[in-house]
T-cell receptor
């Protein structure tokens, strides 16, 4: 079974620009969660989607948004990029949704650098 | 403020030594997971514990969930260089909350 894939793997953007990251979950998984990982804050939960609906949202500003398509693929968008948005963005897929249980399988991440 | 605190933050040991990593919180979790992450990759799930007092073993790794489901420990016996990586605990509530991480280096 293919794992979680994320594209692109690396991205360099300028302050003020916007960016869209993509995540394809494991086949059959309907839950996709997004996390931001930085050296200072560690792994922080952004949001979770299940069956095209946002189930949970972390404590991030409205510049961070996402969506999920009918094939469970998910995209995350960050508008008006700031230097502090530089991070590794990880997505995780699961067969369960929003309960804080079940097993999460992570993709390799997208390394975003904002200059 | 982190919901889950891990200790130690950094650990450098010689091959063959034993070590324990701790994951502590004041919150009760429905489950506790441990992951290992290598540079440039996403975390890989090692184990899930769901019952207070539960102990699980994965080869040389032993995981324990506290009786009150607020804390957990990871013990590695006879560490090997292949164990090097960032170890993360994650507690399940309405979402997963990740610990601060323990960076382990095993020196050959």
């Amino acid at each position: 079974k293919a794992g979680v894939t994320q594209t692109p793997r690396y991205l360099i953007k300028t302050r003020g620009q916007q960016v869209t990251l993509s995540c394809s979950p494991i086949s059959g998984h309907r839950s996709v969660s997004w996390y931001q990982q930085t050296p200072g804050q560690g792994l922080q939960f952004l949001f979770e989607y299940f069956s095209e609906t946002q189930r949970n949202k972390g404590n991030f500003p409205g510049r961070f948004s996402g969506r999920q398509f009918s094939n469970s693929r998910s995209e995350m968008n960050v508008s008006t990029l700031e230097l502090g948005d530089s991070a590794l963005y990880l997505c995780a897929s699961s067969s369960l949704a929003g309960t804080g249980s079940g097993e999460q399988y992570f993709g390799p991440g997208t390394r975003l650098t904002v200059t | 403020t982190q919901l889950l605190e891990q200790s130690p933050q950094f650990l450098s040991i010689q091959e063959g030594e034993n070590l324990t990593v701790y994951c502590n919180s004041s919150s009760v979790f429905s489950s506790l997971q441990w992951y290992r992450q290598e540079p440039g990759e996403g975390p890989v799930l090692l184990v899930t514990v769901v019952t207070g007092g539960e102990v699980k073993k994965l080869k040389r790794l032993t995981f324990q969930f506290g009786d009150a489901r607020k804390d957990s420990s990871l013990h590695i016996t006879a560490a090997q260089p292949g164990d090097t990586g960032l170890y993360l605990c994650a507690g399940g509530l309405n979402q997963f909350y990740f610990g601060t991480g323990t960076s382990l280096t095993v020196i050959p």
